[in-house]
């Protein structure tokens, strides 16, 4: 009997089995050869050598086959992968251990689909449920998943490793039928089931509300990582999003309609997701989270000096913001912190808010009309003219001109690596087991045509992923025409009253006259034409930074401004009143 001792084509791996009809298979990527077995004398071989043949085919064709899994598996592994991602970023583990598990175990308790005494997945199907003792506690229960083989549970450390963890109960173990198994619509199987499900009252699991559960986590634990990071690094292929089901272990096999449930085509979106988090928080039922104190990252005055670092604005102005967010009552902790059990569940978007906040000082200082901006520009053009030596004056031209170039430099980058994104996976899907080797023949040859393509019409190697960083640009390095503003001073615009400092403006205009009635959807709408133009690039120039609309900047300038002249709003209440009162007479 000779042994096959060549490389597999595929992987390079040494390790054969052999298949029913004699020939070699690699037992790591599954590749079956031409060659065959050649045996000297059939009478040679034992018993006990046909017997762990078989084993090893039992195990080829379970593998073929593929796990038994639900379709909330899948998400839980895509939960485990984004923690481990978020991990990597400097998140501690305990988002991934303790916050994030809780919440999916209680996702999974409130949809009825684990951790309570009849799931969802026995309802409908001729099934039987195995528990060791019926008096057991589910919501108690170690963190396994609903099938006997599959990814790895959150919780690794902590519990599990006591030896308390024996005497916990397991979740019960659901046998499905042999018609289940064999599901040619799907390869979970749950798969057409769950598509199709409609039920009052319960918030769906899809891979966008993945994120909402991961930053309700980093909320929880006050992390520094707020929404639009989140949305950023995961735009960034930091943290898996698109196509993350090629982190699915093998046997958990993904065709037909599990397709639509986790391929996904399009980049999340700020206001989807802010709605998604309310949405999912509402229905676990989540206590108040802890409380957003003045030390936490994500109160505005935090956020105002890194965003003013950011857009390199001078560090004079972090006075103004926090006077600004004092005098509104943005910064106290009962208007920050989220509570999704009070009649009006709603978190604040700390990063829009923070932003609203330095567009509101702008127009103290600067009116942002397309007048006083450049005469006071002027102004301190002259003045850093004959005053070299001195600390410089904030010119807003020249800061303008410093901005707009970095802006459209990194806008072109943005839109040129969206325009090449790759939206197909590596991993092939199809809509049944049986066109699966068609599908991957296919894309075995179009990898093929891209590489040949690539070394014709660009030989240079790619570039590396960049290392993720919550400042998308850098101001240390000073050039001709990257200057960094941070240390100029503010005196062009500020002016001495008694021992206080006054602006020089003493206009202001509001960017709403009218907010819509109560009833509205919308507070506000945004329409460029209707404002000036410094105002629409300090928009664009932070909607940006943010990846979110204009208009949703815009509406969050507007409430801040409405809180900061409450007179002001009062008294055009008073006299649109008093004039509906004289129609009537």
């Given at each position: 009997m000779?042994?096959?001792?060549?490389?597999?084509?595929?992987?390079?791996?040494?390790?054969?089995?052999?298949?029913?009809?004699?020939?070699y298979?690699?037992?790591?990527?599954?590749?079956?050869?031409?060659?065959?077995?050649?045996?000297?004398?059939?009478?040679?071989?034992?018993?006990?050598k046909?017997q762990?043949?078989?084993?090893g085919?039992?195990?080829?064709?379970?593998?073929?086959?593929?796990?038994?899994?639900?379709v909330?598996?899948?998400?839980?592994?895509?939960?485990?992968?984004?923690?481990?991602?978020?991990?990597?970023?400097?998140?501690?583990?305990?988002?991934?251990?303790?916050?994030?598990h809780?919440?999916?175990?209680?996702?999974?308790?409130?949809?009825?689909?684990?951790?309570?005494?009849?799931?969802?997945?026995?309802?409908?199907?001729?099934?039987?449920?195995?528990?060791?003792?019926?008096?057991?506690?589910?919501?108690d229960?170690?963190?396994e998943?609903?099938?006997?083989?599959s990814?790895?549970?959150?919780?690794?450390?902590?519990?599990?490793?006591?030896?308390?963890?024996?005497?916990?109960?397991?979740?019960?173990?659901?046998?499905?039928?042999?018609?289940?198994?064999?599901?040619?619509?799907?390869?979970?199987?749950?798969?057409?089931?769950?598509?199709?499900?409609?039920?009052?009252?319960?918030?769906?699991?899809?891979?966008?509300?993945?994120?909402?559960f991961?930053?309700?986590?980093?909320?929880?634990?006050?992390?520094?990582?707020?929404?639009?990071?989140?949305?950023?690094?995961?735009e960034?292929?930091?943290?898996?999003?698109?196509?993350?089901?090629?982190?699915?272990?093998?046997?958990?096999?993904?065709?037909?309609?599990?397709?639509?449930?986790?391929?996904i085509?399009?980049?999340p979106?700020?206001?989807?997701?802010?709605?998604?988090?309310?949405e999912?928080?509402?229905f676990?039922?989540?206590?108040?989270?802890?409380?957003?104190t003045e030390?936490?990252?994500?109160?505005?005055?935090?956020?105002?000096?890194k965003?003013?670092?950011?857009?390199?604005?001078?560090?004079?102005?972090?006075d103004?913001?926090?006077?600004?967010?004092?005098?509104?009552?943005?910064?106290?902790?009962?208007f920050l912190?989220?509570?999704?059990?009070?009649?009006?569940?709603?978190?604040?978007?700390?990063?829009?808010?923070?932003?609203?906040?330095?567009?509101?000082v702008?127009?103290?200082?600067?009116?942002?009309?397309?007048?006083?901006?450049?005469?006071?520009?002027?102004?301190?053009?002259?003045?850093?003219?004959?005053?070299?030596?001195?600390?410089?004056?904030?010119?807003?031209?020249?800061?303008?001109?410093?901005?707009k170039?970095?802006?459209?430099?990194?806008?072109?980058?943005?839109?040129?690596?969206?325009?090449?994104?790759l939206?197909?996976?590596?991993?092939?899907?199809?809509?049944?087991?049986?066109?699966?080797?068609?599908?991957?023949?296919?894309?075995?040859?179009?990898?093929?045509?891209?590489?040949?393509?690539?070394?014709?019409?660009?030989?240079?190697?790619?570039?590396?992923?960049?290392?993720?960083?919550?400042?998308?640009?850098?101001?240390?390095?000073?050039g001709?025409?990257?200057?960094?503003?941070?240390?100029?001073?503010?005196?062009?615009?500020?002016?001495?009253?008694?021992?206080?400092?006054?602006?020089?403006?003493?206009?202001?205009?509001?960017?709403?006259?009218?907010?819509?009635?109560?009833?509205?959807?919308h507070?506000?709408?945004?329409?460029?034409?209707?404002?000036?133009?410094?105002?629409?690039?300090?928009?664009?120039?932070?909607?940006?930074?943010?990846r979110?609309?204009?208009?949703?900047?815009?509406?969050?300038?507007?409430?801040?401004?409405?809180?900061?002249?409450?007179?002001?709003?009062?008294?055009?209440?008073?006299?649109?009143?008093?004039?509906?009162?004289?129609?009537?007479?």
């Amino acid at each position: 009997m000779k042994e096959f001792k060549d490389r597999c084509s595929q992987c390079a791996a040494v390790s054969w089995g052999l298949t029913d009809e004699g020939k070699y298979y690699c037992t790591s990527c599954h590749n079956v050869t031409e060659r065959s077995r050649e045996v000297i004398n059939t009478g040679a071989i034992p018993n006990t050598k046909i017997q762990a043949i078989n084993r090893g085919l039992k195990r080829k064709r379970k593998l073929e086959k593929g796990w038994d899994w639900y379709v909330c598996e899948g998400f839980q592994h895509i939960l485990y992968q984004q923690a481990k991602a978020l991990q990597t970023l400097g998140v501690g583990p305990e988002l991934k251990n303790e916050v994030l598990h809780n919440f999916w175990k209680r996702y999974l308790q409130k949809s009825k689909q684990a951790y309570c005494k009849n799931p969802v997945y026995t309802s409908r199907r001729k099934t039987t449920v195995l528990e060791d003792n019926p008096s057991h506690s589910d919501w108690d229960s170690e963190p396994e998943l609903l099938s006997d083989l599959s990814c790895p549970s959150f919780v690794e450390s902590g519990a599990e490793s006591q030896p308390e963890v024996h005497a916990q109960k397991s979740l019960p173990i659901i046998k499905a039928s042999q018609s289940e198994t064999a599901s040619v619509c799907s390869g979970s199987l749950d798969g057409v089931e769950y598509s199709l499900r409609k039920e009052k009252g319960i918030v769906k699991m899809t891979v966008p509300r993945t994120l909402a559960f991961c930053y309700l986590s980093l909320l929880w634990q006050r992390e520094t990582i707020t929404l639009a990071d989140l949305l950023r690094f995961v735009e960034e292929e930091h943290i898996p999003y698109i196509n993350a089901f090629q982190h699915f272990p093998e046997e958990m096999k993904l065709y037909g309609r599990d397709k639509g449930i986790f391929a996904i085509e399009s980049w999340p979106n700020y206001e989807d997701i802010y709605k998604k988090i309310i949405e999912v928080a509402t229905f676990l039922d989540l206590p108040r989270f802890p409380d957003i104190t003045e030390d936490c990252y994500l109160h505005p005055n935090i956020l105002c000096m890194k965003y003013l670092m950011e857009v390199n604005l001078p560090d004079e102005m972090h006075d103004l913001t926090c006077h600004v967010v004092k005098v509104t009552g943005i910064g106290e902790v009962d208007f920050l912190t989220f509570d999704p059990i009070a009649k009006k569940a709603k978190t604040v978007k700390y990063d829009v808010q923070a932003v609203a906040v330095i567009v509101v000082v702008l127009k103290l200082l600067f009116l942002l009309d397309d007048n006083l901006e450049w005469s006071l520009s002027n102004i301190a053009e002259k003045y850093n003219e004959k005053n070299e030596e001195d600390k410089p004056w904030f010119d807003f031209r020249k800061w303008y001109q410093v901005m707009k170039k970095a802006i459209d430099e990194k806008k072109q980058k943005w839109e040129e690596a969206r325009a090449k994104y790759l939206w197909k996976s590596e991993k092939p899907l199809y809509h049944s087991a049986i066109n699966r080797s068609v599908v991957y023949k296919r894309r075995e040859m179009v990898v093929s045509l891209q590489k040949q393509f690539s070394t014709l019409v660009d030989s240079t190697p790619a570039v590396e992923k960049k290392s993720p960083s919550s400042f998308q640009f850098s101001w240390t390095e000073e050039g001709s025409d990257r200057t960094c503003f941070h240390g100029h001073s503010l005196q062009g615009v500020l002016k001495q009253k008694g021992q206080s400092l006054m602006t020089k403006n003493s206009l202001y205009w509001l960017s709403t006259q009218k907010f819509c009635k109560s009833y509205c959807k919308h507070v506000t709408t945004y329409e460029e034409s209707n404002f000036s133009l410094s105002y629409q690039f300090i928009l664009n120039l932070f909607s940006f930074l943010l990846r979110i609309k204009t208009s949703l900047l815009h509406e969050e300038v507007s409430l801040i401004e409405k809180r900061l002249f409450k007179a002001k709003y009062s008294t055009t209440k008073k006299k649109s009143s008093r004039s509906r009162k004289v129609r009537k007479c």
